[in-house]
């Protein structure tokens, strides 16, 4: 199994209050995402990293941002958690800049509950 | 911009029955990637299979079976003689070369095995 690290893996949090989700890799991969899952979309990637200090906007990425200071590490703040960002967060790693030359391999979720 | 969708929202079959869950993908670009994902009841994504756009050949592992259709624009995916550890959501996804920092999944399949 790819080492690939989600903490916390549970959160609950009240509405208004910043959140930081962090992953860690161990496989020393170039590219770093983060998604959200939701009932009925399925996972959308919300930021990705092609890089330390390199980052870039997913399709929903409004009220996140994130940070890549090292290889190994890729966080995911909620800058003033809302309601509707109540949901699963995946973190995933791939080494190819294409992602499909090679499979992305999928962190086991941080599951946050905004209340 | 792709999108992939898969039709079948909920799927549920009695033990040693063969199912089929399908994926229609959509991309301008002539070199693509398509994969298919599962994440079981304990939520973590298992990666299954990798496609690229340039080989058509049908594959088979086990009681698992692929079959790519560049004419139709599918991915079909087939388990024979399902199990209830079949049991899952199952996820196609698709990326090309235009957009070559993320998947794009599919809503996802809700697959359950009866027994």
């Known amino acids: 199994d790819a080492g690939i690290t989600q903490s916390p893996r549970h959160k609950v949090t009240e509405t208004g209050t910043p959140v930081t989700l962090r992953c860690h890799q161990t496989?020393?991969?170039?590219?770093m995402y983060w998604y959200r899952q939701d009932p009925g979309h399925g996972l959308r990637l919300i930021h990705y990293?092609?890089?330390?200090?390199?980052?870039d906007k997913g399709e929903v990425s409004d009220g996140y941002s994130v940070s890549r200071s090292k290889t190994e590490d890729f966080l995911l703040t909620l800058e003033s958690a809302t309601s509707s960002q109540t949901s699963v967060y995946f973190c995933?790693?791939?080494?190819?800049?294409?992602?499909?030359?090679?499979?992305?391999?999928f962190g086991q979720g941080t599951r946050l509950t905004v209340v | 911009a792709q999108k992939v969708t898969q039709a079948q929202t909920e799927i549920s079959v009695v033990e040693k029955e063969d199912v089929t869950l399908d994926c229609v993908y959509e991309?301008?670009?002539?070199?693509?990637?398509l994969f298919w994902y599962k994440q079981p009841p304990s939520g973590e994504l298992v990666f299954l299979i990798r496609?690229?756009?340039?080989?058509?050949q049908n594959e088979i592992s086990g009681r698992y079976s692929w079959n790519f259709q560049k004419s139709t624009s599918s991915f079909n995916f087939t388990i024979t003689a399902s199990q209830v550890v079949d049991s899952a959501v199952y996820f196609c996804?698709?990326?090309?070369?235009?957009?070559?920092?993320?998947?794009?999944f599919g809503k996802g399949t809700l697959l359950t095995v009866n027994p």
């Open positions: 996804a698709a990326n090309s070369g235009g957009s070559n920092y993320k998947l794009t």
């Open positions: 496989e020393n991969h170039r590219y």
């Open positions: 991309t301008r670009d002539t070199t693509y990637y």
């Open positions: 995933a790693i791939s080494e190819s800049v294409l992602v499909g030359q090679e499979e992305a391999f």
């Open positions: 496609r690229n756009s340039f080989d058509e």
């Open positions: 990293s092609y890089g330390v200090k390199d980052t």
